[in-house]
């Protein structure tokens, strides 16, 4: 079957259209256009590669559906039966390669934290480290395009889980979110940061933009987030991936801020690394000792999924960290197509 494109948000630049990459993904795009419900089977799920383009398209485009959605498909469908079915199919296909990838990972916070608490002594396998180092422009253009889809939706799905939380937890998550969404001040949320970045890179920064291009490795980084956002029963996972986040965000921040500088990205692009150097530097100690350290003291049956979480965050990052370097070290580029120029 072939399908036809389902376009995302309208913007200055026009909606983007997209693709399906295999069956799953095809009937999904189907199903969005059309307004009926997807034809699957559980077998083609299961046959599915759990980190493939095909599931991981679907369900971002699945996802999606509770953010800001696509033209001309209706708002009602964020919670459409029909919908939902092969979405769960998709996420236990999902969920199950991470537990079975991680089924040595450590099981208490103390160990899933401490490694990350301390710089390699050895850091020259890390993308961060190489751009900070050898990075070209084309290079940090490639990097940004690719994590608009994560950047643009910073702290949106992290704030989901403040209901569920109490006491200490609950006030430092709020707290640590104010300051992700700017303040109160529009201007500075981590989101608009990372669109004035995009602009002074001469790229689109339409939300959304640059899904055709997204390969598997980084939609997969996203769908993470949602995946634990949209299920309470995993609450204590999206509060580690929050915290590794926070925890890791500084240095890696500091080397990206310095490679905006060397090349000559502009003061935007630099800007956005430069701030969550110092904003991530307090939020990591907020985090710790307060939203998770307040959970676990009101409930500590979650702390094995805390550490899930965390070990989780990193499992995808890594496998896009090798994705991007194995595509420079080829000649090519990282994205599925050129990003183009000028925001095209």
């Known amino acids: 079957m072939t399908a036809r494109s389902v376009d995302m948000p309208a913007t200055t630049s026009g909606p983007r259209r997209v693709d399906g990459r295999g069956e799953l993904s095809d009937r999904v795009v189907e199903a969005l256009r059309t307004g009926a419900a997807p034809v699957h089977t559980r077998r083609a799920v299961r046959e599915t590669d759990p980190w493939g383009e095909d599931l991981h398209l679907a369900l971002y485009l699945l ?78 253009r490639e990097y940004a395009a690719l994590r608009s889809l994560y950047h643009l939706q910073e702290a949106d799905p992290h704030a989901c889980v403040i209901p569920l939380l109490t006491g200490r937890a609950k006030a430092a998550m709020v707290a640590i979110e104010y300051d992700e969404f700017g303040a109160g001040r529009p201007e500075n949320m981590h989101a608009q940061l990372f669109a004035d970045l995009m602009v002074g890179l001469g790229l689109d920064p339409a939300y959304g933009h640059y899904l055709p291009q997204a390969p598997a490795p980084l939609l997969a980084t996203v769908n993470l987030m949602s995946l634990f956002e949209l299920h309470r029963a995993l609450r204590g996972a999206l509060d580690g991936h929050f915290a590794c986040v926070e925890v890791t965000s500084s240095p890696g921040s500091r080397r990206l801020a310095e490679a905006m500088r060397r090349c000559g990205a502009g003061p935007a692009a630099e800007h956005f690394y430069a701030e969550h150097v110092e904003a991530d530097a307090v939020h990591e100690q907020v985090v710790r000792h307060e939203v998770i350290g307040g959970l676990l003291a009101d409930e500590p049956e979650p702390e094995a999924d805390i550490a899930f979480g965390c070990a989780a965050t990193v499992l995808p990052e890594d496998r896009l960290g090798d994705h991007i370097s194995a595509a420079w070290a080829a000649g090519g580029g990282a994205p599925l197509a050129p990003l183009g120029t000028g925001g095209s």
């Open 63 to 140: 996802y999606e559906l509770h953010y800001r959605g696509f033209e001309a498909v209706a708002d009602e469908r964020e919670w459409d039966p029909e919908l939902l079915r092969p979405r769960q199919a998709m996420e236990e296909r999902f969920l199950q390669a991470l537990r079975c990838e991680l089924a040595d990972a450590p099981r208490t916070v103390e160990e899933a934290f401490a490694p990350l608490l301390v710089e390699p002594v050895e850091l020259s396998d890390s993308l961060s480290h190489h751009l900070e180092k050898d990075g070209e422009l084309w290079q940090l």
